[in-house]
């Protein structure tokens, strides 16, 4: 039999969050982010429940051609455009559009021979300082991209560093508009952080991620408290023994928890190789049958403890929630120093996934 943990994908929730999106959004059309194999969720097992999207934005080449192959006809945004000249070849053959952030991206454009010009995002670095020509020659640039005839609709892009803190978009924003306000342009730069709190950039087009999957783009669960946004992902697992501890006794690798009193404490079949975060410490948040408990002790391979101190009843085969509709994903992540994307994208693949479309 196969162990007990396992992921529930609730790809209704999917479609009801982008439904959150949609009224946020106003007028501006939606690219709904899927890179890192959505949100480690599954692009293949995801995306017809975020068939009402206006676009898909993701980063690999091979899921863009997979969400063609699997019958998508409409936008696919290439979010860090292509990496190789002859990456144009497939960006022409898919009808892909593509992020372009450097000089030798439009320079490939401009050699290339394709069958039909690309439409492109002109990525403009206004303070986040990664991809992106520099704003102060926002003008120039997007020049350059109208003169050259292989290119098709041109849309200005940035991203926001601080969108989702206290320092907020407002400078960025003030940049980019300065820069490039008098441009003649489409626009994208909201991304979920934005949709949520900046209406005044969401224009032409907007980016949300994390929110499509129901968690907070600050890993604060208030910042998106009465929204109206549900988990998509659960982590299920169960109690597979139990111990009982003595005053001074130890748990786990590196005896790193030492119970103060007789404690009783279960074993669950999760460990860092099904994406648990290794590093959570003693007291990150657990549900064992229902009831809301805590970590104890370090995180092994396969195997975490809690303390059944909360819940005397539990036993071998009580259900456990790692996270999910009642534990936020946002809260493991925070108590264990990380965020919630990145639970999300770790999940391993020997955790076997059940998909529920209600």
Same mark, same amino acid.
Request: charged content about 10%; aromatic content about 6%.
């Given at each position: 039999m196969s162990r007990p943990i396992s992921a529930t994908l609730?790809?209704? +929730?999917? #479609?009801?969050?982008?439904?959150?999106?949609?009224r946020h959004a106003g007028a501006a059309k939606i690219w709904s982010v899927v890179k890192a194999n959505a949100y480690g969720h599954g692009l293949a097992r995801i995306w017809q429940a975020l068939d009402a999207t206006d676009g898909f934005a993701l980063l690999d080449l091979n899921e863009a051609i997979m969400l063609r192959e699997q019958g998508w006809q409409g936008p696919i945004l290439l979010l860090e455009g292509f990496f190789r000249t002859q990456d144009l070849a497939l960006v022409d053959h898919y009808r892909l559009t593509t992020v372009v952030h450097s000089d030798w991206q439009l320079d490939a454009i401009n050699a290339a021979r394709l069958t039909a010009p690309p439409n492109i995002y002109l990525k403009l670095n206004s303070g986040m300082n990664r991809l992106g020509f520099p704003i102060?020659?926002?003008?120039?640039?997007?020049?350059? +991209?109208? #003169?050259?005839?292989?290119?098709?609709e041109v849309t200005l892009m940035s991203h926001f560093a601080n969108a989702d803190n206290h320092m907020g978009a407002s400078e960025q924003f003030t940049r980019i508009q300065q820069a490039s306000g008098h441009i003649a342009a489409a626009r994208c730069f909201a991304n979920s952080a934005a949709i949520l709190r900046n209406p005044e950039t969401h224009y032409d087009w907007v980016r949300p991620g994390i929110i499509l999957y129901g968690a907070s783009p600050s890993g604060d669960v208030n910042d998106i408290a009465g929204i109206g946004l549900r988990p998509v992902m659960g982590l299920h697992s169960e109690i597979i023994a139990t111990q009982m501890l003595s005053a001074g006794h130890s748990v786990g690798y590196g005896s790193r928890y030492s119970a103060?009193?007789?404690q009783r404490i279960g074993v669950v079949a999760c460990g860092y190789a099904d994406g648990y975060p290794r590093l959570a410490p003693s007291g990150t948040p657990i549900r064992v049958d229902g009831i809301l408990t805590h970590t104890v002790g370090s995180i092994s391979m396969d195997m975490l403890t809690v303390d059944l101190t909360p819940c005397p009843q539990a036993q071998v085969g009580s259900k456990v929630e790692i996270w999910g509709d009642n534990l936020p994903i946002d809260d493991v992540a925070a108590a264990?120093?990380?965020?919630?994307?990145?639970?999300?994208?770790?999940?391993?693949?020997?955790?076997?996934?059940?998909?529920e479309r209600t």
């Open positions: 609730h790809l209704s +929730a999917l #479609s009801h969050n982008l439904s959150i999106v949609r102060g020659q926002a003008d120039a640039v997007w020049q350059w +991209a109208n #003169s050259i005839s292989n290119i098709g103060t009193g007789t264990a120093g990380t965020v919630g994307y990145e639970l999300m994208c770790a999940l391993a693949s020997r955790v076997s996934v059940i998909t």
